[in-house]
């Protein structure tokens, strides 16, 4: 299982940005899949998750309102929707697939494969 995360980059604070991670051989409709991030000096945080059937998609309260998840049809490319971009949304981003529960959706041990991070740099 591989995963490829691209469309970071820098914006001005309010801009946004639409990250893409792109599964290598398989589906995400097998896998959950997540994306978490990680800032400076800061351990890595969950941002959003979809259930593998898409039914269920979670984000955190930082995020929530602002960034939204989504898939392709294909469940080849899964996305993540940067908007009104604040400072401290500057990190690296990881996509992720797993399978966990519905209730672990948004723990990080839950996901087994990860993406190599594209990294999300917002100023003020």
């Known amino acids: 299982v591989q995963l490829q995360a691209s469309g970071g980059g820098l914006v001005q604070a309010g801009g946004s940005l639409r990250l893409s991670c792109v599964s290598s051989?398989?589906?995400?409709?097998?896998?959950?899949s997540g994306w978490f991030r990680q800032a400076p000096g800061k351990e890595r945080e969950f941002v959003a998750a979809m259930s593998k059937n898409g039914g269920s998609i979670l984000y955190s309260d930082s995020v929530k309102g602002r960034f939204t998840m989504s898939r392709d049809n294909a469940g080849k490319t899964v996305y993540l929707q940067l908007d009104s971009l604040k400072p401290e949304d500057t990190a690296v981003y990881y996509c992720?697939?797993?399978?966990?529960?519905?209730?672990?959706?948004?723990?990080?041990?839950?996901?087994?494969?990860w993406g190599q991070g594209t990294q999300v740099t917002v100023s003020s």
């Open positions: 051989g398989w589906s995400f409709n097998t896998y959950a």
């Open positions: 992720a697939a797993g399978t966990p529960i519905l209730s672990s959706l948004a723990e990080l041990s839950s996901y087994r494969y």
